[in-house]
């Protein structure tokens, strides 16, 4: 009787299938009760169809996925599901899947910027945002992993940080007031 057992989980996206299945083979021989999900976009469920990609023999894929759409969580989901992806598949590494949404993604992004000083991108919310909601319901005192796998960094000058002035506002300039700071040395170019 299993009553006692509090499950553990681990949450990804996938892009090129690698960390998906390189964790999922690891959890599968070293933690089998642990449970691996997989997040997608809402708008481009490309697992969930069952429609597999097809490859030409020098590797290249035959044609785009006929469910792909244009989404917002970058590094997700390319028009096609990757070799590795299909891999993880076959292999019965995947217990589960959830559809995230791309403003939800974001949003969640910047609440963990704000709230946790965490800097990750729209794929990061995804798999955090899916994972939150999975806790909702989840068995209490169960461990539940979110692979974080991009950082914010490099989405500053994109539509997920457009509220974010690149000039100072008045609060940080008196937090700049207030920490003792000198201009850099001349430098001396040679002539």
Partial sequence: DNTDT???YFFCSYGTGGTLKGVAKYLRKHSPETQIHVCEPDNAPLLYSGV????????????PHPLWRPHLLQGWTADFIPKLVLEA???DLIDS???VNGDVSMNTSLRLARKEGILTGPSGGGVLSAALKFAETAKPGSTIVAMLADTGERYLSTPMFSEISADMNEAEMEIAASTA???PPNINMPE
Avoid: G, I, R
């Avoid at 097809?54 to 035959?62: A, F, L, R």
């Fill in 6 to 8: 509090v499950p553990d």
């Fill in 181 to 183: 700071s000198e201009a």
């Fill in 89 to 91: 598949q076959e292999d």
């Fill in 97 to 99: 899947l959830h559809h």
């Fill in 52 to 63: 597999k990609s097809e490859w030409n023999d020098d590797s290249t894929v035959k044609e």
